[in-house]
Protein backbone atom coordinates (compact mmCIF):
# COMPACT_ATOMS: atom_id res chain seq x y z
CA UNK A 1 0.00 0.00 0.00
CA UNK A 2 3.02 2.66 -0.75
CA UNK A 3 2.43 4.92 -3.35
CA UNK A 4 0.35 2.10 -6.00
CA UNK A 5 -1.88 2.84 -8.19
CA UNK A 6 -5.63 1.79 -8.14
CA UNK A 7 -5.10 -0.77 -10.63
CA UNK A 8 -8.58 -2.94 -11.27
CA UNK A 9 -10.08 -1.55 -14.83
CA UNK A 10 -12.46 -0.20 -14.03
CA UNK A 11 -15.24 2.31 -16.15
CA UNK A 12 -17.54 3.73 -14.03
CA UNK A 13 -19.13 6.20 -16.63
CA UNK A 14 -20.48 2.94 -18.54
CA UNK A 15 -21.70 1.33 -15.25
CA UNK A 16 -23.25 4.67 -13.94
CA UNK A 17 -26.94 5.78 -14.11
CA UNK A 18 -25.45 9.24 -13.96
CA UNK A 19 -22.72 9.56 -16.23
CA UNK A 20 -22.37 13.13 -15.85
CA UNK A 21 -21.26 12.83 -12.39
CA UNK A 22 -19.31 9.77 -12.85
CA UNK A 23 -17.33 12.02 -15.87
CA UNK A 24 -17.02 14.66 -13.24
CA UNK A 25 -15.43 12.10 -10.78
CA UNK A 26 -13.19 10.82 -13.14
CA UNK A 27 -11.75 14.02 -13.84
CA UNK A 28 -11.06 14.91 -10.94
CA UNK A 29 -9.43 11.53 -9.73
CA UNK A 30 -7.31 11.73 -12.60
CA UNK A 31 -6.10 15.48 -12.13
CA UNK A 32 -5.29 14.34 -8.14
CA UNK A 33 -3.34 11.82 -9.32
CA UNK A 34 -1.08 13.49 -11.90
CA UNK A 35 1.55 16.01 -10.39
CA UNK A 36 1.42 18.17 -13.33
CA UNK A 37 -1.57 19.63 -15.26
CA UNK A 38 -3.08 18.20 -18.07
CA UNK A 39 -4.78 19.46 -21.73
CA UNK A 40 -7.98 18.31 -22.91
CA UNK A 41 -7.10 15.57 -25.16
CA UNK A 42 -4.61 14.13 -22.35
CA UNK A 43 -7.54 13.94 -20.64
CA UNK A 44 -9.61 12.87 -22.68
CA UNK A 45 -7.83 9.80 -23.97
CA UNK A 46 -6.58 8.71 -20.48
CA UNK A 47 -10.70 8.53 -19.70
CA UNK A 48 -11.80 7.46 -23.02
CA UNK A 49 -14.25 10.59 -23.41
CA UNK A 50 -15.15 12.60 -26.77
CA UNK A 51 -12.46 15.61 -26.02
CA UNK A 52 -15.72 17.92 -27.02
CA UNK A 53 -17.88 16.12 -23.97
CA UNK A 54 -14.22 16.02 -22.08
CA UNK A 55 -14.31 19.78 -22.18
CA UNK A 56 -17.98 20.33 -21.30
CA UNK A 57 -17.02 18.62 -17.73
CA UNK A 58 -14.10 20.79 -17.53
CA UNK A 59 -15.64 23.75 -17.84
CA UNK A 60 -18.34 23.27 -15.40
CA UNK A 61 -15.80 21.92 -12.77
CA UNK A 62 -13.74 25.24 -13.73
CA UNK A 63 -16.72 27.12 -12.77
CA UNK A 64 -17.99 25.41 -9.59
CA UNK A 65 -14.21 25.98 -8.60
CA UNK A 66 -12.97 22.63 -7.96
CA UNK A 67 -10.61 22.88 -11.25
CA UNK A 68 -8.58 25.41 -12.12
CA UNK A 69 -7.48 26.53 -16.11
CA UNK A 70 -4.54 28.06 -17.18
CA UNK A 71 -5.00 29.98 -20.50
CA UNK A 72 -1.22 30.17 -21.14
CA UNK A 73 -0.50 26.72 -21.56
CA UNK A 74 -3.93 25.20 -21.77
CA UNK A 75 -3.85 23.18 -18.98
CA UNK A 76 -6.08 22.12 -15.98
CA UNK A 77 -5.72 21.45 -12.37
CA UNK A 78 -7.11 20.96 -9.58
CA UNK A 79 -8.54 24.21 -7.65
CA UNK A 80 -8.66 25.09 -4.16
CA UNK A 81 -12.51 24.00 -3.99
CA UNK A 82 -11.88 20.55 -3.32
CA UNK A 83 -9.75 21.66 0.12
CA UNK A 84 -13.37 22.92 1.03
CA UNK A 85 -14.98 19.34 0.29
CA UNK A 86 -11.97 17.82 2.01
CA UNK A 87 -11.98 19.85 4.83
CA UNK A 88 -15.89 19.52 5.73
CA UNK A 89 -15.41 15.42 5.48
CA UNK A 90 -12.62 15.46 8.16
CA UNK A 91 -14.41 17.60 10.00
CA UNK A 92 -17.56 15.26 10.68
CA UNK A 93 -15.42 11.68 10.02
CA UNK A 94 -15.28 10.23 13.51
CA UNK A 95 -12.77 7.79 12.74
CA UNK A 96 -10.32 9.75 11.82
CA UNK A 97 -10.01 11.62 14.86
CA UNK A 98 -10.66 8.01 16.57
CA UNK A 99 -8.02 6.39 15.16
CA UNK A 100 -4.93 9.41 14.57
CA UNK A 101 -3.72 8.42 18.23
CA UNK A 102 -3.70 4.54 18.05
CA UNK A 103 -1.64 5.19 14.80
CA UNK A 104 0.79 7.96 16.48
CA UNK A 105 0.80 5.38 19.34
CA UNK A 106 1.39 2.11 17.33
CA UNK A 107 4.12 3.95 14.82
CA UNK A 108 6.12 5.62 17.20
CA UNK A 109 6.36 2.25 19.60
CA UNK A 110 7.40 0.00 16.33
CA UNK A 111 8.96 2.80 14.25
CA UNK A 112 7.10 2.10 11.03
CA UNK A 113 4.06 3.87 9.31
CA UNK A 114 0.29 3.31 10.52
CA UNK A 115 -2.34 3.91 7.88
CA UNK A 116 -6.35 4.51 8.52
CA UNK A 117 -7.90 3.70 5.75
CA UNK A 118 -11.96 3.21 4.52
CA UNK A 119 -13.51 0.26 2.96
CA UNK A 120 -15.83 0.56 0.02
CA UNK A 121 -17.05 -2.57 -0.66
CA UNK A 122 -15.08 -4.73 -3.28
CA UNK A 123 -14.20 -1.94 -5.01
CA UNK A 124 -11.40 -0.36 -3.58
CA UNK A 125 -9.79 1.56 -0.25
CA UNK A 126 -8.87 4.82 0.94
CA UNK A 127 -6.25 6.12 3.01
CA UNK A 128 -7.83 8.48 4.90
CA UNK A 129 -5.52 8.59 8.09
CA UNK A 130 -1.39 8.10 8.67
CA UNK A 131 1.30 7.92 11.05
CA UNK A 132 5.22 7.74 10.37
CA UNK A 133 7.60 7.56 13.32
CA UNK A 134 10.97 9.58 13.66
CA UNK A 135 13.06 6.60 11.97
CA UNK A 136 15.12 7.96 8.79
CA UNK A 137 14.26 5.45 6.66
CA UNK A 138 10.26 5.84 6.23
CA UNK A 139 7.48 3.95 4.68
CA UNK A 140 5.01 6.76 3.04
CA UNK A 141 1.62 7.01 1.09
CA UNK A 142 -0.43 10.09 0.65
CA UNK A 143 -3.72 10.74 2.80
CA UNK A 144 -6.40 10.22 0.02
CA UNK A 145 -4.67 7.39 -1.75
CA UNK A 146 -7.13 4.66 -3.63
CA UNK A 147 -6.06 0.77 -3.71
CA UNK A 148 -7.85 -2.50 -5.08
CA UNK A 149 -9.76 -3.39 -2.01
CA UNK A 150 -8.66 -7.23 -2.32
CA UNK A 151 -4.72 -5.81 -2.39
CA UNK A 152 -2.20 -6.45 0.65
CA UNK A 153 -3.16 -7.34 4.09
CA UNK A 154 -6.20 -5.31 4.34
CA UNK A 155 -8.32 -7.63 1.22
CA UNK A 156 -7.33 -10.70 3.43
CA UNK A 157 -9.37 -8.81 5.92
CA UNK A 158 -11.96 -8.01 3.39
CA UNK A 159 -12.50 -11.14 1.86
CA UNK A 160 -12.77 -12.72 5.36
CA UNK A 161 -14.68 -10.77 7.06
CA UNK A 162 -17.25 -9.41 4.11
CA UNK A 163 -19.47 -12.47 3.29
CA UNK A 164 -18.02 -12.49 -0.31
CA UNK A 165 -18.40 -15.99 -2.23
CA UNK A 166 -15.44 -17.00 -4.20
CA UNK A 167 -17.53 -15.83 -7.39
CA UNK A 168 -17.12 -12.59 -6.41
CA UNK A 169 -14.03 -12.70 -5.28
CA UNK A 170 -11.79 -14.78 -7.26
CA UNK A 171 -11.95 -12.45 -10.30
CA UNK A 172 -11.07 -9.60 -8.75
CA UNK A 173 -8.06 -11.61 -7.07
CA UNK A 174 -6.83 -12.46 -10.78
CA UNK A 175 -6.59 -8.56 -11.69
CA UNK A 176 -4.79 -7.85 -9.04
CA UNK A 177 -0.66 -6.87 -9.44
CA UNK A 178 1.47 -8.12 -6.87
CA UNK A 179 5.06 -8.31 -6.79
CA UNK A 180 5.47 -11.35 -5.65
CA UNK A 181 1.65 -12.85 -6.10
CA UNK A 182 0.49 -15.86 -4.18
CA UNK A 183 -2.00 -18.47 -5.66
CA UNK A 184 -5.52 -18.37 -5.04
CA UNK A 185 -5.25 -21.47 -2.85
CA UNK A 186 -2.21 -19.52 -0.81
CA UNK A 187 -4.23 -16.03 -0.33
CA UNK A 188 -7.55 -18.52 0.40
CA UNK A 189 -5.87 -20.07 3.24
CA UNK A 190 -4.34 -16.36 4.53
CA UNK A 191 -7.80 -14.73 4.77
CA UNK A 192 -8.98 -18.14 6.43
CA UNK A 193 -6.31 -17.31 8.97
CA UNK A 194 -7.14 -13.80 9.13
CA UNK A 195 -11.05 -14.73 10.23
CA UNK A 196 -9.33 -17.19 12.76
CA UNK A 197 -6.99 -14.53 14.40
CA UNK A 198 -8.99 -11.30 13.27
CA UNK A 199 -5.80 -9.82 11.96
CA UNK A 200 -3.93 -10.18 8.31
CA UNK A 201 -0.38 -10.27 7.37
CA UNK A 202 0.72 -9.86 4.20
CA UNK A 203 4.97 -10.90 4.15
CA UNK A 204 6.45 -9.40 0.94
CA UNK A 205 3.49 -10.73 -1.62
CA UNK A 206 2.65 -6.63 -2.38
CA UNK A 207 5.71 -5.06 -2.37
CA UNK A 208 8.82 -7.50 -2.09
CA UNK A 209 10.34 -6.94 1.14
CA UNK A 210 7.39 -5.06 2.84
CA UNK A 211 5.40 -6.29 5.48
CA UNK A 212 1.90 -5.51 6.06
CA UNK A 213 -0.13 -6.05 8.82
CA UNK A 214 -3.80 -5.07 9.05
CA UNK A 215 -7.21 -5.26 11.66
CA UNK A 216 -10.59 -4.23 10.54
CA UNK A 217 -12.98 -2.11 12.18
CA UNK A 218 -16.97 -1.93 12.62
CA UNK A 219 -18.81 1.23 12.21
CA UNK A 220 -21.65 0.32 13.47
CA UNK A 221 -20.70 -3.04 15.65
CA UNK A 222 -19.43 -5.91 14.57
CA UNK A 223 -22.72 -8.36 14.23
CA UNK A 224 -23.08 -11.34 11.72
CA UNK A 225 -23.59 -9.84 8.09
CA UNK A 226 -21.94 -6.61 8.90
CA UNK A 227 -19.21 -6.06 6.80
CA UNK A 228 -15.88 -3.91 7.99
CA UNK A 229 -16.31 -0.32 7.65
CA UNK A 230 -12.29 0.71 7.55
CA UNK A 231 -9.26 -0.98 8.63
CA UNK A 232 -5.89 -0.30 10.69
CA UNK A 233 -2.69 -1.11 9.04
CA UNK A 234 1.00 -0.98 9.43
CA UNK A 235 3.98 -1.45 7.10
CA UNK A 236 7.38 -1.88 8.13
CA UNK A 237 10.49 -3.23 7.50
CA UNK A 238 13.13 -5.40 8.77
CA UNK A 239 13.15 -6.21 12.34
CA UNK A 240 9.86 -3.95 13.50
CA UNK A 241 7.95 -6.43 11.74
CA UNK A 242 9.87 -9.92 12.41
CA UNK A 243 10.47 -12.30 15.26
CA UNK A 244 9.01 -11.71 18.62
CA UNK A 245 8.12 -7.88 17.22
CA UNK A 246 5.42 -9.18 14.93
CA UNK A 247 3.24 -10.61 17.65
CA UNK A 248 3.26 -8.05 19.93
CA UNK A 249 2.66 -5.41 16.60
CA UNK A 250 -0.49 -8.24 15.75
CA UNK A 251 -1.87 -7.62 18.95
CA UNK A 252 -1.12 -4.07 19.45
CA UNK A 253 -2.96 -3.30 15.52
CA UNK A 254 -6.19 -5.66 17.08
CA UNK A 255 -6.46 -4.06 20.13
CA UNK A 256 -6.80 -0.66 18.82
CA UNK A 257 -9.19 -2.05 16.15
CA UNK A 258 -11.11 -3.41 18.84
CA UNK A 259 -11.31 -0.22 21.02
CA UNK A 260 -11.62 1.81 18.02
CA UNK A 261 -15.40 -0.51 16.83
CA UNK A 262 -16.58 -0.37 20.21
CA UNK A 263 -15.96 4.21 20.22
CA UNK A 264 -17.67 4.48 16.55
CA UNK A 265 -20.57 1.57 17.74
CA UNK A 266 -20.88 3.66 21.18
Known amino acids: MIDTPDTLPTDPV ?25 GVQAIARELGLVPSTCLYVLRALVAEE ?35 PALDRISQEFGLTTLGVQVFGLNHIIVTAMSQSNQNFQLSTQVGSRFPALVSATGRCIAAFGNYPDSELKPRFEKLRWEEAPSWEEWKAQVEDARETGVAVDAGHYISGVTVIAAPVWKGGREDGVRPSHALVAIGLGAGVRGENLPRLKAALQNAARMLSEQMSG
Not at 16 to 30: E, F, G, H, T, Y
Open 66 to 100: LVAFDPSTKRYTLDSGVLTLARNWLRRDRFNDLAQ
Open 14 to 38: KASKAPAISRAAAVLRLLGKNDAPL
